[in-house]
Structures are given as structure tokens and as C-alpha cells.
């Protein structure tokens, strides 16, 4: 929700196109690279003597998650391959994310007949605190444009920058709360599901509707350094669960990485 608000009030100032564009790529590296690093490391932390952990996710699940990290790896090298981004490419990914649901549905249909008397009656509540809260994630959404964008002009960084970065870690932040309670709670694969899932949503649902509200062609070479370091961390995550089993150099190793991207966002510009 907060990357899907940001993206669609960046497009809608032509000028604002490298701030949406670098908040759906800048997000994936924040999530994989400083979330689930922070992740790795608690659960290291709460088994000081077991210095590394099993990933226990089930065959089916991982299939999901590495489609979700292939899909996060390819969409970008395929658009900087392209060259330029459409309405047409915003179509498809909205497409691919639409079509890949529905296989999800489709295999998960499960229906829980009990209790949906006692649900009834929090409905009303629920649903009223679920406008409630979406309401002010719009209304934040819009502050962190504007402000987001006087912040780059002020101090002579591109907005493609201040997107993959300030906003990026900004909207990553529900990601950043929801693992960490997971983790705490001994349920890392939940955390792991969340972060791959957002990458996959970022990638495709988020992109897509950018790209489809934006008036221009956006060119994707300007984005080329965040997608090939986007492609970077995704392939080390897919090395880490191939292993089956990660230990706090893994999770040392991720925050390491978005250190380096940090240092090579702003080294050029004097902020």
C-alpha cells in the first residue's frame, strides 16, 4: 500500500517519474538487503549457539518464492534490455501479477467454515480501522512525494536517488515492523514470505500501475545502476536459500550490501 500510493502520486507530476520508479526498485533492495539482514540476525541472536539456522520452508512454498525472486531478477533486465517503458509494459506486469494470483487462488482454496458467526460481528470494525488506515497511508504517501522532491532539488541529488533510498526505506518500513515481529515470534519463513512477496508485488503491481498512470515513456537506462544492483542482491538471497541453511555472515553480508549501495547512491553528489 505505501509503495503503491507513492508510485501513483509520483506519476502523476511527469517530474516525479524517478522518484516512483526508484521507490519500486530502491524497495527491493532495502527489503532484502537491510530487512531480511536484520532478520538473519536475530534469529542468530535468540540460538547464540547454534550459529547458523535450516531454512524450513516447504517444496511447494519454495517453488513460490523462487518464481517470486525470478520474476523480481528478470522483469528489470528485460526492461533495461528494451530500453524504454510503456503503458503496454505496465499492462503486462499488472498482467502477470493478476494471472499469477490466480494461480495462487487456485491452489490454496481453502474455506473455514467456523466461527464466521462470531466474525460478523468485528466486521464493521475491522473494516472501518482498514479505511481508516489506508486513508492515512494515502495522505502520508502524498507529504513524502512533495517532500521528497524538494529534498532532491534542495540539495542536488536526482529524485531517482532520493526514491531508491529516503522514500524507499520510508515504505519499506510495515516490511521492516512485520518480519521483526515474525522473527520474534520463531516464524522466519513468514518473514521470508513477506519480503519476497513484496519484491514480487513491487516488481510487477506496483511497477505496472506507474507505468500505466504515467503520461511519458519512462527510459530505463536512468534506472540501470538500481536494477543491476536490484539483480544483485536477488541472486545472493536465491544462493542463501539454495544452501538451505544461513548463518549470521549471510545476514552480515546483506547489510553489508546495502551499505555499499548507500555509499555508491550518493558518493557522487555532495549532500
Not at 500500500?1 to 511527469?14: D, Q, R, T
Not at 523480481?72 to 494471472?99: D, K, M, Q
Not at 502520508?140 to 512525494?145: G, M, P, T
Not at 513477506?194 to 507505468?211: D, E, K, P, R, W
Request: glycine letters at 8%; hydrophobic letters at 55%.
Amino acid at each position: 500500500m505505501p509503495e503503491l500510493s507513492v508510485s501513483v502520486f509520483a506519476v502523476v507530476n511527469p517530474e516525479n517519474v524517478g522518484v516512483s520508479i526508484g521507490n519500486v526498485l530502491g524497495s527491493n533492495i532495502v527489503n532484502i538487503a537491510l530487512v531480511l539482514g536484520i532478520c538473519i540476525l536475530l534469529v542468530v541472536l535468540k540460538r547464540p549457539r547454534y550459529p547458523s539456522f535450516l531454512i524450513t520452508v516447504a517444496k511447494e512454498e519454495m517453488g513460490s518464492l523462487n518464481f517470486g525472486l525470478f520474476i523480481a531478477s528478470i522483469i528489470p533486465l528485460a526492461l533495461l534490455y528494451i530500453g524504454t517503458a510503456s503503458r503496454f509494459i505496465g499492462v503486462l506486469l499488472v498482467g502477470i501479477f493478476t494471472f499469477y494470483m490466480i494461480q495462487l487462488a487456485r491452489k490454496k482454496q481453502t474455506r473455514v467454515e467456523s466461527g464466521i458467526s462470531r466474525e460478523k460481528g468485528t466486521l464493521r470494525r475491522h473494516t472501518l480501522l482498514a479505511l481508516a488506515g489506508a486513508a492515512v497511508v494515502v495522505a502520508s504517501a502524498f507529504f513524502i512525494v512533495e517532500s521528497s522532491t524538494f529534498l532532491a532539488t534542495s540539495v542536488g541529488v536526482p529524485p531517482v536517488v532520493i526514491g531508491a533510498t529516503i522514500v524507499a526505506f520510508g515504505t519499506s518500513i510495515p516490511e521492516l515492523s512485520t518480519s521483526i515481529a515474525s522473527v520474534r515470534k520463531g516464524h522466519f519463513d513468514l518473514a521470508l514470505g513477506n519480503i519476497v512477496g513484496s519484491g514480487f508485488i513491487n516488481i510487477t503491481l506496483i511497477l505496472g500501475v506507474a507505468l500505466i498512470a504515467s503520461p511519458l515513456v519512462v527510459n530505463i537506462a536512468a534506472f540501470s545502476n538500481l536494477a543491476i544492483f536490484s539483480l544483485i542482491i536477488n541472486l545472493f538471497l536465491w544462493y542463501f536459500l539454495s544452501s538451505e541453511r544461513i548463518s549470521w555472515r549471510e545476514g552480515a553480508l546483506l547489510i553489508f550490501l546495502y551499505a555499499v549501495f548507500l555509499v555508491v547512491s550518493f558518493g557522487g553528489y555532495k549532500v
